[in-house]
């Protein structure tokens, strides 16, 4: 007696749907779009530090002792305070004319630091303070939300849902129901185009204060600018053929 085994035959794939629309297997094709205004999570503010002397070592000196005093005051502020970053740093000779040739009449240092906070109490006040300092530039606040902030999801899905209910109207309006999501895809997604970056986000107003005062300055009150949170996508839905 002989055996015979056949072999297996391969699942069957499902069929894709076609590019395009057909009579019985229509395609509607909307953006949905959300645009929602949140409070901000944090606030940066731009601190340069500068310092003058007659020679390098002074100027050096006299800037890293108005540094220190700058950080030491920040660090007092504990958890308010979430990120602190030195950026630029120079020591800069200042020529002037004598006689035929060049000489060099003073040096100025400068630093530049970036503190980032979440306690927008504590905000006005340290800005009044750092502005308080001597040769001291205080700019900002940048207000602005976390990259994993849920307002930006919160946008992306209320963005979903308004391209299902265009689709759902545009449908009804040809006595028509929507069958199958075909595709959903972020604005620009197909036609991507290079990146450019933004300008800094929320800047509510800049300040430039050098020099103390003999008696402390009262606080700033800095009210929060609210962010704007935009979100877009394009939906592709199959419906049933319409009733015309």
Same mark, same amino acid.
């Given at each position: 007696m002989t055996t015979t085994h056949e072999a297996p035959q391969p699942a069957p794939h499902p069929v894709p749907h076609p590019p395009y629309g057909t009579p019985d297997t229509p395609r509607v094709a909307v953006r949905g779009e959300a645009l929602l205004e949140v409070d901000p999570e944090i606030a940066r503010i731009g601190i340069t530090v500068s310092a003058r002397g007659t020679d390098r070592r002074t100027a050096l000196e006299d800037l890293t002792r108005? %540094?220190?005093?700058?950080?030491?005051?920040?660090?007092?502020?504990?958890?308010?305070?979430?990120? *602190?970053? *030195?950026?630029? /740093?120079?020591?800069?000779p200042e020529l002037t004319r004598h006689g035929r040739g060049e000489r060099v009449r003073a040096y100025h240092g400068r630093v530049h630091i970036t503190a980032e906070l979440s306690d927008f109490t504590a905000l006005g006040e340290l800005t009044t303070r750092l502005a308080d300092l001597e040769l001291t530039h205080v700019d900002g606040p940048w207000w602005s939300l976390r990259p994993t902030s849920p307002a930006h999801g919160e946008a992306r899905r209320q963005a979903v849902l308004e391209a299902v209910q265009r689709a759902r109207e545009y449908a009804?309006?040809?006595?028509?129901?929507?069958?199958?999501?075909?595709?959903?895809?972020?604005?620009? $997604?197909?036609?991507?185009?290079? /990146?450019?970056?933004? $300008?800094?986000?929320?800047?509510?107003?800049?300040?430039? /204060?050098?020099?103390?005062?003999?008696?402390?300055?009262?606080?700033?009150?800095?009210?929060?600018?609210?962010?704007?949170?935009?979100?877009?996508? %394009?939906?592709? /839905? *199959?419906?049933?053929?319409?009733?015309?």
């Open positions: 108005r %540094n220190n005093t700058v950080l030491e005051l920040v660090k007092t502020y504990g958890e308010a305070v979430e990120k *602190t970053e *030195t950026g630029a /740093f120079s020591i800069t009804a309006a040809l006595g028509a129901d929507l069958t199958a999501l075909v595709e959903l895809a972020d604005e620009g $997604a197909e036609n991507a185009m290079p /990146f450019t970056a933004a $300008a800094p986000a929320g800047m509510v107003r800049s300040m430039a /204060f050098a020099g103390a005062e003999e008696t402390a300055a009262p606080p700033l009150d800095l009210e929060p600018q609210r962010q704007t949170v935009r979100a877009q996508v %394009n939906a592709r /839905f *199959t419906m049933t053929p319409p009733r015309l």
